[in-house]
């Protein structure tokens, strides 16, 4: 697939481009991005002396790689040839069928572009911008070239045909037993949301049935959230949500939107019918990713593949997915059938007005001051992250009649500040480095390098968000310390002697902490730490010059021991200002 995060500006055409690319397995995130600067094959990283070897060993010195160097390594004429060259073997890979080698051939082009003089010249300007449009129109000619050839019907259909097989009978039996309470409580939920689900499907010309839907994704639970970062009745990834437009920021997830995310799904399920031709595979693709089917049934391009013709290279989850909606169907149509009562489904949101709110305020406090019941505006409002209103102009849901009443109450109730948070979140600019970002928040490179889990403090790129440890707080070694909470997630292979060492601190002393009656832990278990509480360990502030094995001889302690009580390895930097425990 191209790697189009590696864009630096985006053009129209790109901008249609990253609209129309197939987002892959939606249960995945995407990986992040590589730096947006296209260098030459780099070679392996050559591991960080031991902390021993030197004083400059205590701290991490960032190199530049200049422009004057990159255009020394590579002729231009040959890499603007080479680009162009894969642009046509592209077009022929198309004309041939192979969607597969197009992408990469057209992936390969758009690295070589992004290697092209950017130093003003304008023949290298242009070449760039030809290329770029190249790409651009190929990728779109390739997504509409897989349309062609995956879509033998050319209209939606109106219903989807139920097929009762013995994979649909075993999610019955699943929903009749053993999640029978949650099927019930799922079923009832759904009088929330479903009205206006089934306006919007009628309104796109889409089969009601797919207003069940959220009860296989969700449960109808509107901040449902699952182990691949998926959100909402709908699940969208992130990635996902904004290509269909649900915006996200600190304040709102439009994920968690009930009307906008139906949009976003109604338009995702359009495409993916007109992609794939039949429901059963659109609705595959919709839990797996188009890319994923689309890859399977170009297994076999001479002929028509369903979607139980593919059922077994699916993935598991998938493979289910779709007998489930079945199976849904099937019970909530005949639930007598299939020895289920169904409640009464509770009864849609009240109408509601949006007015425009431009103060930070608590939910539950506009609640009081509209003598609204407890959580109604919460109810009508859940992509609200806070149950608070935001820092910037929102259009917020009240019930009809309200709106007067809000206006004229909204400024007496008391203005919300949130709690100061253990990070910052800073977005890598183009040119920064961590050594300068670290100094503009006053911190320092191994915290963020700690507070995100980096494994080189060359490896930024520009888009890319950090944490950044607020002035005052500390990051002790270890991505899995919470400073606002005071808290680590145990993570696998850890014990409780190896955190209690980690964070200065006894056993016993974590055990009484969390009432722990043995000291057997699981991975992703929270723990409360009291870090440094252990009187009887030395404190060493590092300076200049210190290395790990000086301290370690200073102290009369083993290297290996030093290491393991600070949570460090062989390779870690330290730096000066660092506190070091010693045992």
């Not at 409580?185 to 306006?199: T, W």
């Not at 691949?228 to 968690?256: C, H, K, P």
């Not at 289920?340 to 949006?354: F, K, M």
Request: net charge negative; with cysteine; hydrophobic share 35%.
């Amino acid at each position: 697939m191209l790697k189009i995060e590696k864009i630096p500006v985006l053009s129209l055409a790109l901008v249609v481009l990253v609209t129309l690319l197939p987002t892959g397995c939606k249960t995945i995130e995407p990986p992040p991005p590589p730096p947006i600067e296209a260098l030459p094959p780099e070679p392996e990283p050559t591991p960080e002396p031991p902390a021993e070897e030197s004083a400059e060993s205590s701290e991490i010195v960032e190199t530049e790689t200049t422009e004057e160097a990159d255009a020394e390594t590579f002729d231009p004429e040959a890499l603007q040839q080479q680009a162009l060259d894969l642009c046509q073997s592209a077009t022929e890979f198309l004309d041939q069928g192979d969607v597969d080698d197009a992408l990469a051939a057209l992936d390969h082009a758009y690295e070589l572009m992004l290697q092209l003089p950017n130093n003003g010249d304008e023949t290298y300007l242009q070449a760039r911008e030809d290329i770029r449009r190249l790409v651009a129109d190929l990728i779109v000619s390739t997504y509409d070239s897989q349309k062609a050839a995956m879509a033998p019907m050319t209209s939606l259909d109106l219903e989807i045909t139920l097929v009762n097989n013995d994979h649909v009978k075993r999610e019955i039996k699943s929903f009749t037993n053993g999640e029978r309470q949650v099927f019930i409580d799922a079923y009832r939920r759904s009088g929330l949301y479903r009205q206006m689900m089934l306006e919007k499907l009628e309104a796109a010309g889409l089969p009601s049935q797919l207003s069940w839907l959220p009860l296989v994704e969700s449960n109808f639970k509107v901040k449902a959230y699952s182990r691949a970062s998926a959100v909402g009745l709908w699940q969208f990834i992130s990635s996902t949500g904004q290509r269909y437009g649900l915006s996200r920021d600190a304040w709102v997830d439009e994920r968690m939107d009930p009307e906008k995310s139906t949009d976003g799904a109604i338009a995702y399920l359009t495409e993916l019918h007109d992609m794939f031709g039949d429901w059963p595979k659109a609705l595959a693709a919709y839990n797996c990713g188009e890319g994923r089917v689309a890859r399977l049934q170009r297994r076999s391009p001479s002929e028509y593949l369903d979607f139980w013709d593919l059922y077994n290279l699916l993935p598991r989850e998938t493979r289910r997915y779709v007998p489930r909606l079945f199976a849904t169907l099937m019970i909530v149509e005949d639930p007598a059938s299939y020895g289920i009562e169904l409640p009464e489904p509770a009864p849609p949101l009240p109408e509601w007005q949006t007015v425009n709110i431009n103060r930070t305020v608590k939910l539950e406090n506009l609640d009081k001051s509209l003598d609204l019941a407890p959580g109604t505006l919460k109810e009508l409002n859940p992509e609200l992250r806070h149950s608070a209103t935001p820092k910037h102009s929102y259009d917020l849901k009240v019930p009809v009649g309200r709106e007067t009443a809000l206006l004229a109450s909204i400024n007496t109730v008391p203005e919300w500040n949130p709690p100061t948070p253990a990070y910052s979140t800073h977005r890598v600019r183009r040119g920064e480095t961590l050594s300068r970002i670290a100094q503009r928040y006053g911190t320092s490179i191994n915290a963020i390098m700690r507070s995100n889990n980096l494994r080189s403090a060359h490896r930024i790129y520009p888009g890319q968000r950090l944490k950044v440890p607020v002035r005052g707080s500390s990051v002790p070694s270890g991505p899995s310390f919470n400073p606002a909470e005071g808290t680590h997630t145990v993570r696998r292979g850890e014990s409780l002697y190896s955190i209690a060492r980690c964070y200065s601190t006894t056993v016993d002393r974590i055990r009484r902490d969390n009432n722990l009656s043995s000291n057997t832990i699981h991975p992703g278990k929270k723990l409360k730490v009291a870090a440094g509480s252990r009187t009887d360990l030395k404190r060493h502030t590092v300076r200049r010059g210190d290395t790990a094995s000086g301290i370690a001889k200073t102290y009369g302690v083993s290297l290996s021991t030093l290491l393991r009580a600070n949570g460090l390895s062989s390779r870690s930097t330290i730096y000066p200002g660092q506190v070091l425990v010693v045992p």
